[in-house]
Every structure is written in structure tokens, then in C-alpha cells.
């Protein structure tokens, strides 16, 4: 098993995206990948009850808790790894939440230019 590198979109080391709920594809804080992440969580997003709708809509609840899978449920605020092409549906959807640049893996780039993530960055990066 490879890992991908672990830095972000500006190039730098990837910052842990969140402990609490702990996400990542390996539930270690980060929005690592590698081949195994077939849905390449690789956004990390701070979620709007918006577009926490908008997933459900789209088959994928991110609201009800799972704990059989460690899994809290998100509600607003909640900082968590999303799969790019969920992140990509909203924002045509126009409801793509905020993301952290820092945390969002260089992965990304492979299909958003740089300049559209930082468009949705959080506002405290900018």
C-alpha cells in the first residue's frame, strides 16, 4: 500500500483537517488518500446544513449518527473530509461549502484549479 504525499493544495505539509469528529478516509484527522480511497476524500470542508441537505438529497447522509462505524453525524460547522466529486456537485449545485486550504490535499488539484479552492476558502485564510 502506497501513500499519496501528504501536503496540501499551497504545497506545504498537509494540516490534520479534524479530531472531533475525527474524519479522514483513514479516520486519523487528515485528508490522506491513496489507491484505496476510491472516493479520494481529499476536500477538507467545514459543512453547512445546506449542503449537509444537499448530500442526503444525493443518497449520502452525513447527518445520522453511525456509530457501528464510529461515526457521529456532522451538523453544521463540523470540519470534515469530503470526496471531491461530491464537493464538485455542489459547488454547480451552488451550495459547495468553505474548505480549508491547509488541510485540503494537493490531490485536488488533479481536477480544481487552485484558484477555484480558493474561492471557497475559509475566510480567515484569505
Given at each position: 500500500m502506497q501513500?499519496?504525499?501528504?501536503?496540501?493544495?499551497l504545497?506545504?505539509p498537509l494540516v490534520?483537517c479534524s479530531?472531533d469528529p475525527?474524519t479522514?478516509f483513514?479516520r486519523?484527522?487528515?485528508c490522506?488518500?491513496n489507491?484505496e480511497d476510491l472516493?479520494?476524500h481529499?476536500?477538507?470542508?467545514?459543512?453547512t446544513?445546506d449542503?449537509?441537505?444537499?448530500?442526503?438529497?444525493?443518497?449520502?447522509?452525513?447527518?445520522t449518527p453511525r456509530p457501528?462505524?464510529q461515526?457521529p453525524?456532522?451538523?453544521?460547522?463540523?470540519q470534515?473530509?469530503l470526496?471531491l466529486?461530491?464537493?464538485?456537485?455542489?459547488?454547480?449545485?451552488?451550495?459547495?461549502?468553505?474548505?480549508?486550504l491547509?488541510?485540503t490535499?494537493?490531490?485536488a488539484?488533479?481536477k480544481?484549479?487552485?484558484?477555484?479552492?480558493?474561492q471557497?476558502?475559509?475566510?480567515?485564510?484569505?
Amino acid at each position: 500500500m502506497q501513500f499519496e504525499p501528504s501536503l496540501n493544495v499551497l504545497g506545504q505539509p498537509l494540516v490534520p483537517c479534524s479530531f472531533d469528529p475525527l474524519t479522514g478516509f483513514f479516520r486519523d484527522g487528515c485528508c490522506k488518500t491513496n489507491e484505496e480511497d476510491l472516493g479520494s476524500h481529499l476536500v477538507c470542508a467545514i459543512v453547512t446544513n445546506d449542503f449537509l441537505q444537499f448530500s442526503l438529497t444525493r443518497g449520502n447522509d452525513l447527518i445520522t449518527p453511525r456509530p457501528e462505524h464510529q461515526f457521529p453525524g456532522l451538523v453544521a460547522g463540523d470540519q470534515w473530509c469530503l470526496c471531491l466529486n461530491r464537493w464538485l456537485e455542489a459547488l454547480e449545485a451552488k451550495c459547495a461549502p468553505l474548505i480549508k486550504l491547509e488541510s485540503t490535499h494537493v490531490k485536488a488539484l488533479e481536477k480544481v484549479p487552485l484558484e477555484v479552492l480558493k474561492q471557497y476558502a475559509e475566510l480567515a485564510e484569505i
